[in-house]
Nanobody, 125 residues
Framework: QVQLVESGGGSVQAGGSLRLSCAAS????????MGWFRQAPGKEREFVAV???????EYASSVKGRFTISRDNAKNMVYLQMNSLKPEDAAVYYC???????????????????WGQGAQVAVSA
């Protein structure tokens, strides 16, 4: 079992930055693929970024070059640094975990086993 708790959401102006944090419970955190998803009102949950247990990262094209995912296995933490924020980035952001060897695409929300409660990000023009 893995429990995830996000923090760091808030409200910024376009062009600003925020860093989301996700604290994970469990002794096997390093074996999990960690992802960030977001969901805007009236839209489906969409993939943002992922970091595999071996360190490889992938990003949605809409955030590539602006967002950076990182993790600290010693602290059971995963982060999402968001720079050059745009109004279209506004959403509830979710941290998610899937066991590294489980099947399913890293960009599909249905592939993830554990989810945080979400952190609200608002971006004003």
């Amino acid at each position: 079992q893995v429990q995830l708790v996000e923090s760091g959401g808030g409200s910024v102006q376009a062009g600003g930055s925020l860093r989301l944090s996700c604290a994970a419970s469990g002794r096997t955190f390093s074996t999990y693929t960690m992802g960030w998803f977001r969901q805007a009102p009236g839209k489906e949950r969409e993939f943002v970024a992922v970091m595999f247990s071996a360190g490889r990262t992938e990003y949605a094209s809409s955030v590539k070059g602006r967002f950076t995912i990182s993790r600290d296995n010693a602290k059971n933490m995963v982060y999402l640094q968001m720079n050059s924020l745009k109004p279209e980035d506004a959403a509830v952001y979710y941290c998610a975990a899937k066991w590294t060897l489980s099947t399913g695409s890293y960009s599909a929300a249905s592939s993830y086993d554990y989810w945080g409660q979400g952190a609200q990000v608002a971006v004003s023009a």
